[in-house]
């Protein structure tokens, strides 16, 4: 079968012949390109469980993320961008290389990265930046590979990057006093992963009274803390048979979506203020011009909604609050504008981006096939219309547990045949799912009047849709075919379904 990429671009080739002409924005051949400087400074601020629906700019309700607003106002805002699916491993994977799992081989995690591949941090080591990590998630670390292109002794194991590291603090003076230094730093963590733990609440609460008014008494708070840390596996995977089996009143049902979403919030807040630090540390540094800083989640999270799956989670739920996530990208010298970026994007083309807004040269055996966004970006041509795909994770052995049996029915086995497959273009959200009696539908969502999926414009006479639906199915059975060769390649080992355990993947 013909490869496909990942990202299928629609009028390429005409969008080139119109630049090549001096056609295509109002720039080309008659119009001098402006000069950019190359980034001294490149930050790709990466945590994970990130969900765009409670942070600014994407909410301007998010009053409790004033940094991330702050970063939004000097920023390029993506506002249709997506990743490659709901699993951590698979979406560093993708963002690192630039590519979807036929590229990096990674169809569940965890799995270590081929030292093969060429990945991000690779593209600016070769153009000769020193470079710096934080990579700490453990399905997504650089003792999995994750890191390769980072020297073993600028790798930091710390919990996660915070603005006064002594290493950080120590290249950003270097930054200041050498001219000719160029650095960059890459950092995976969270602090927004379930069951939420609202490590500063009462900061938060202090702060943003009015983003408490259903915290309750700390004896009414601490009860369904516990109640969501000890029971987070049964009421993400299987809520409804969660109500019966822990007898939850229509209270418990009510006082337990309240606290979750109260610690979600807490844990933004937070990394809010982890972001918003490292972004001043390099403002007071002087550099922040000379910077390019790009802020992104591996996946969203799907907290509560009435019409979804599973609840408080992400996993192998291909809701549009997990696949679309947020990027905000700053690089004032690098002739990135502040603004919202109205195109459809993915999780692989930010490597070719940054590479490409950095005059940073892909390697020739870069096999990344993401698109270089940066004359879009920069406003030289408009957005491609391209299609972003994701897919959901391979199944593990251990969902059949009887705690995860909704989940089990929809995924009953490893078979890459199992894959569900969405596509975005435009606002067109497209789903292909299976129900538990492996019946397999399609549906389409318009999330600009619809972000809750609940009206289904699916059409089989749309020659329109049809277009991009044929496109899915040459999609998936190209996933199918790379799914079927990884494949029994990496058993689940006892330190492996420890991890999983640990983050809530099984039972």
């Known amino acids: 079968m013909q490869r496909l990429a990942a990202s299928v671009t629609i009028g390429a080739a005409a969008l080139k012949v119109l630049a090549a002409l001096g056609m295509a924005a109002g720039i080309g051949a008659c119009f001098p390109r402006p000069a950019y400087e190359a980034p001294r400074l490149v930050i790709v601020y990466a945590p994970c469980t990130v969900s765009r629906q409670y942070m600014q700019p994407y909410n301007g309700e998010a009053v409790y993320t004033p940094n991330f607003a702050a970063f939004g106002q000097r920023a390029a805002v993506f506002d249709r961008h997506h990743t490659e699916a709901g699993q951590s491993g698979i979406a560093y994977a993708s963002l690192l290389s630039g590519g979807q799992a036929d590229v990096h081989h990674v169809f569940k ?80 963590f969270t602090v927004t992963h379930g069951p939420y733990k609202g490590v500063l609440l009462d900061e938060f609460c202090s702060a943003y009274p009015a983003e408490c008014t259903t915290r309750g008494d700390a004896a009414d708070v601490t009860h369904y803390q516990t109640l969501s840390r000890e029971q987070h596996r049964l009421l993400s995977v299987n809520y409804p048979n969660a109500v019966k089996e822990l007898a939850l009143s229509a209270h418990d049902e009510k006082r337990l979506r309240e606290t979750k979403e109260l610690m979600y919030k807490a844990d933004m807040y937070r990394l809010d203020k982890l972001f918003g630090a490292v972004v001043d540390a390099v403002d007071d540094a002087g550099v922040f011009d000379e910077s390019l800083i790009a802020f992104t989640s591996d996946h969203g999270e799907m907290l509560w909604r009435e019409n979804s799956l599973f609840k408080w989670w992400h996993g192998y739920q291909l809701v549009q609050e997990v696949t679309n996530i947020s990027l905000l990208v700053s690089g004032p010298n690098a002739g990135v504008p502040a603004g919202r970026y109205p195109g459809v994007s993915s999780s692989i083309d930010v490597a070719s981006t940054l590479a490409g807004l950095a005059g940073a040269p892909l390697p020739a055996d870069f096999t990344g096939t993401g698109i270089d966004l940066s004359s879009a970006v920069r406003g030289e041509q408009p957005p491609p219309d391209q299609i972003a795909y994701s897919h959901s994770a391979l199944a593990y052995a251990p969902l059949r547990a009887r705690r995860m049996q909704l989940l089990s029915s929809l995924f009953p086995g490893p078979d890459p045949a199992y894959m569900w497959v969405t596509a975005r273009r435009g606002d067109e959200y497209y789903k292909l799912t299976r129900s538990p009696d492996d019946a397999w539908a399609m549906s389409m969502y318009d999330l600009s009047t619809d972000p809750g999926e ?26 199918r075919e790379a799914g079927y060769g990884a494949v029994g390649r990496s058993r689940p080992r006892a330190e492996t379904i420890e991890m999983l355990r640990r983050l809530g993947y099984i039972d």
Do not use: C
């Not at 700490?136 to 590979?145: C, E, F, G, I, Y």
């Not at 414009?457 to 749309?462: G, I, Q």
């Open 454 to 479: 609940t009206t289904d414009l699916y059409d089989a006479d749309s020659s329109r849709q049809a277009e991009v639906v044929t496109r899915m199915y040459e999609y998936k059975e190209y996933m």
């Open 109 to 188: 995690h965890p799995r270590k990265l081929a030292d093969e591949l060429v990945l991000l941090p690779e593209i600016f080591e070769a153009a000769g930046y020193d470079m710096f990590s934080w990579m700490v998630h453990p399905m997504a670390s650089s003792r999995l590979n994750y890191g390769q292109g980072v020297p073993d002794d600028q790798e930091s194991t710390t919990e996660f990057l915070e603005a006064d590291d002594p290493v950080f603090a120590k290249m950003l003076a270097r930054l200041d006093s050498d001219p000719d230094y160029k650095a960059f730093v890459i950092t995976n």
